[in-house]
T-cell receptor, first 112, second 116 residues
Framework: QKEVEQDPGPLSVPEGAIVSLNCTYS??????FMWYRQYSRKGPELLMY????GNKEDGRFTAQVDKSSKYISLFIRDSQPSDSATYLC????????????FGQGTRLTINP | EAGVTQFPSHSVIEKGQTVTLRCDPI?????LYWYRRVMGKEIKFLLH??????QDESGMPNNRFLAERTGGTYSTLKVQPAELEDSGVYFC?????WGPGANVLTFGAGSRLTVL
């Protein structure tokens, strides 16, 4: 069993739609949860960083963590064509260690 | 501020040859990481430097891989001899050890390695 499971997609939605991206993880020791965005031929770019269960909002993006279910989500509201990218969840056991465990990534396309 | 720079962007070599990948982290970032993504798989941790010291090299696949960070600035990752399964994208990332940027890994664009 993989430590982090993420549906690789691809996922295609119309502009303006709400997008929901999800990951599950198996190790209850994981404490720090991240979402990265990766455009083609670029490196991953940190989008959201959360610790503990609950929601964190940043503009059109909301990250949600449910530690009891070992489930993390990223919601994108009012999706734009510029949001088209691969989204990777990443999890870290110890703050500062940054020995990240990544999901496989979900390729998202927002159609104008 | 310049980002994390990796060179070459793409390297094509034959099985058995040697390749050296280079990473220039963001100036002042003492943490430097190497990650790798092989085809169809997730990005995986290889190793972590703090300045010139290897903090954690538990992700290095075998002794054909050698990473160095002499002087605590740029880092190199050498694969010798390369095998077919080494093909993939090698990412370098850096971060501050302390301060507000300590939790933020900045990744380079990656070096794509193709072993024929």
């Amino acid at each position: 069993q993989k430590e982090v499971e993420q549906d690789p997609g691809p996922l295609s939605v119309p502009e303006g739609a709400i997008v929901s991206l999800n990951c599950t993880y198996s190790n209850s020791a994981f404490q720090y949860f991240m979402w990265y965005r990766q455009y083609s031929r670029k490196g991953p770019e940190l989008l959201m960083y959360t610790y503990s269960s609950g929601n964190k909002e940043d503009g059109r993006f909301t990250a949600q963590v449910d530690k009891s279910s070992k489930y993390i989500s990223l919601f994108i509201r009012d999706s734009q064509p510029s949001d088209s990218a691969t989204y990777l969840c990443a999890i870290d056991e110890l703050q500062g260690a940054q020995k990240l465990v990544f999901g496989q990534g979900t390729r998202l396309t927002i159609n104008p | 501020e310049a980002g994390v720079t990796q060179f070459p962007s793409h390297s094509v070599i034959e099985k058995g040859q040697t390749v050296t990948l280079r990473c220039d982290p963001i100036s002042g970032h003492d943490n430097l990481y190497w990650y790798r993504r092989v085809m169809g798989k997730e990005i995986k941790f290889l190793l972590h430097f703090v300045k010139e010291s290897k903090q954690d090299e538990s992700g290095m696949p075998n002794n054909r891989f050698l990473a160095e960070r002499t002087g605590g600035t740029y880092s190199t990752l050498k694969v010798q001899p390369a095998e077919l399964e080494d093909s993939g994208v090698y990412f370098c990332a850096s971060s501050q050890v302390w301060g507000p940027g300590a939790n933020v890994l900045t990744f380079g664009a990656g070096s794509r390695l193709t072993v024929l």
